[in-house]
Each structure stands twice: as structure tokens, then as C-alpha cells.
């Protein structure tokens, strides 16, 4: 069974600071990596996919990947309340995607 | 913009009806799915079709099945609805199968109590 871990959170940053959210993946052979972002009561909607080692910055949001550690992170700088939401983080390798539980972030002003 | 339309967004059924949550996609992509979120337990795939007439189980196939008869719909059918099976249905799509395969686009959601 591939598993895609996530701290569910709440994880809770002042307006401004960078957020680091992070995920761990079980199936070395996975081979996309994508960041969907959920407010409360709507669906997720996709921010960020990354698909080889090291960063990929896209405006305030960076993804970065290491599949020797397995491990996939999104950085959120400047943040704001806006960006208060559940985060899921999902991976891919010829398979459907598989997502994490997901983390709460809560942007204090 | 892809525009993934779920027909209801909130439905109350009685436990042993049948129910059908229909999903309709406008921009021709080749793959849909259909998930149930759960608090607690996140996104969990029910069933998944990479094209019409093929269908494939995910996760938690039980107690359902699909039907996609034309490229734009696919429909998820509860055949005798459970109390179990209250929850938040998404359906979503994306393009053809390869490296980009799994860019989903959601509909709304339909949240579905069963009675």
C-alpha cells in the first residue's frame, strides 16, 4: 500500500513568516509530486508540482524534492491569512494519485 | 478554465436506496475519478476511468460502482446506500495519461448523508 505522510497540523505561523510544510512518500518509484491547496467547505485545487530534485519556485510558493529521502516540502514565503487552509500533498509514479491527510495551516494576523 | 460540474451539492438518501452522483467535465480531458473525503482519513480513490467504457477499482471499490458511457460524464452509483457511506463525494479530471496525467481538477463536491 503506498502511503503519503503529512503532520496533520494545525500548524500555525505569524502573517509574514515563511510556512514549511512537509510530506514523506513510501513508493521510490513515484515520480510526480504535487501540492493542493483546500479551504474549509471547497475542493482542493492544485498550486504546485514538481517532478525532479531540487526547488521549483512559482511567486510566493517554493516545492522541493529529494527522492533519496523521499521527502517533498512546500515553503510558503511572506505568508498571509489568505493562505490559511489544509494543504495536501499527493504523489504520483504510472498509478493514480495518492494523497496525504493533509496539514492545517493558520496564518495569525 | 476547466469547469467539473457535480449535480448536487448536498443530498439526503435513505439507507438501502440506490443513488447516482453524476459529474460532468467541458474541456475533453481523458481521465476522471471519483473520491470520498472523510475527516480524518483524507482523499480516498473509489473508482477512477482512463477512458470511456473502461472502468478500474480503487482503493474502496465496495458498495459502488461507475458508469461512463460518453467521455465528458462519469457517474458514481450507490446500490443500496449505507449509513457508511455518508460523506464528501469529489469528483475530478485530468488530460491524457503521461508525466502531466495527474493535474485534477475538482468539481464542488457533493456532501452525502444517508439516513
Known amino acids: 500500500q503506498k502511503e503519503v505522510e503529512q503532520n496533520s497540523g494545525p500548524l500555525s505561523v505569524p502573517e509574514g513568516a515563511i510556512a514549511s510544510l512537509n510530506c514523506t512518500y513510501s513508493d521510490r518509484g513515484s515520480q510526480s509530486f504535487f501540492w493542493y491547496r483546500q479551504y474549509s467547505g471547497k475542493s482542493p485545487e492544485l498550486i504546485m508540482f514538481i517532478y525532479s530534485n531540487g526547488d521549483k519556485e512559482d511567486g510566493r510558493f517554493t516545492a522541493q524534492l529529494n527522492k533519496a529521502s523521499q521527502y517533498v516540502s512546500l515553503l510558503i514565503r511572506d505568508s498571509q491569512p489568505s493562505d490559511s487552509a489544509t494543504y495536501l500533498c499527493a504523489v504520483s509514479g504510472n498509478t493514480p494519485l495518492v494523497f496525504g491527510k493533509g496539514t492545517r495551516l493558520s496564518v495569525i494576523a | 478554465d476547466v469547469k467539473v460540474t457535480q449535480s448536487s451539492r448536498y443530498l439526503v438518501k435513505r439507507t438501502g436506496e440506490k443513488v447516482f452522483l453524476e459529474c460532468v467535465q467541458d474541456?475533453?480531458?481523458?481521465?476522471m475519478f471519483w473520491y470520498r473525503q472523510d475527516p480524518g482519513l483524507g482523499l480516498r480513490l473509489i473508482y477512477f476511468?482512463?477512458?470511456?467504457?473502461?472502468?478500474e477499482k480503487g482503493d474502496i471499490p465496495e458498495g459502488y460502482s461507475v458508469s461512463r458511457e460518453k467521455k465528458e460524464r462519469f457517474s458514481l452509483i450507490l446500490e443500496s446506500a449505507s449509513t457508511n457511506q455518508t460523506s464528501m463525494y469529489l469528483c475530478?479530471?485530468?488530460?491524457?495519461?503521461?508525466?502531466?496525467?495527474?493535474?485534477?481538477?475538482f468539481g464542488s463536491g457533493t456532501q452525502l448523508s444517508v439516513l
Open positions: 476511468s482512463y477512458d470511456v467504457k473502461m472502468k
Open positions: 475530478a479530471s485530468s488530460e491524457t495519461q503521461g508525466i502531466n496525467n495527474e493535474k485534477l481538477f
Open positions: 474541456m475533453d480531458h481523458e481521465n
